[in-house]
């Protein structure tokens, strides 16, 4: 055997070596690594019960749509908290707590696009998105940036406003930003506010088309500009 043969083999010996060695890592390693970072990001939660129910938000149907379009991982994040919102919402103490760890962690705007998850607005307005779709490459964009603007999309009512003052606050969004799609949306006792506003906004938007979508004790009202016609 020449000297060169020899060396190839060498060659052959480590590389199969390292092949090996990166199969038998990826295949017994990776899965652990995934498991423990998911735990790290967690961690805030501070609550065993809600943390599991956030790791099966990672292979849900939903978590598993927005994990192949949304690009932004902090995004992707805080769209899991809002499906994990929904599920909890039943048990007021624990939705409160974890609303409160997500205002902690990600402040206001963190909290309004969990909120518009949990609300199902969300799935709405993808739904819209897909419909007047023209690129998929384009799909997460679009999510992405409603999320990351989404005070110019929505406005969350509280129970402690008055309706004139959330049409106020309607009319001066619409005016200064001309969205394509605009929610508001309440809950519980903040229903009966957002009932007051309800028929004024529809008299003053009529670029707009209305949806209501309502789910459990939830109410939101869903204007869509409508299309011109040239």
Not at 17 to 23: S, V, W
Not at 151 to 161: G, N, Y
């Amino acid at each position: 055997m020449s000297s060169d043969d020899s060396i190839d083999n060498s060659f052959e010996s480590l590389a199969k070596g390292a092949t090996k060695g990166a199969l038998e890592w990826t295949s017994e390693k990776i899965s652990d690594l995934v498991k423990r970072f998911r735990e790290r990001n967690l961690a805030f939660i501070k609550e065993q019960k809600t943390i599991d129910i956030v790791r099966e938000q990672y292979s849900s149907g939903e978590g598993k749509f927005y994990q192949r379009y949304i690009k932004d991982k902090d995004v992707l994040f805080i769209i899991r908290m809002g499906l994990t919102l929904r599920k909890i919402e039943d048990d007021g103490p624990r939705m409160s707590n974890l609303r409160e760890k997500i205002f902690y962690k990600y402040k206001t705007r963190g909290l309004h696009i969990a909120e518009f998850v949990q609300n199902r607005l969300l799935n709405r307005y993808v739904g819209m998105l897909i419909d007047e779709l023209e690129s998929l490459d384009n799909l997460g964009k679009d999510i992405e940036n409603v999320l990351k603007e989404i005070d110019k999309h929505v406005l969350f009512v509280q129970r402690i406003e008055k309706s004139q003052d959330i049409i106020l606050k309607t009319l001066t969004i619409i005016n200064s930003h001309s969205p394509s799609k605009f929610a508001l949306s309440a809950t519980k006792s903040a229903v009966e506010v957002i009932k007051e506003c309800e028929d004024k906004l529809v008299s003053a938007l009529t670029d707009y088309d209305l949806e209501v979508i309502r789910e459990k004790e939830t109410y939101n009202l869903f204007f869509k500009k409508k299309k011109t016609i040239d």
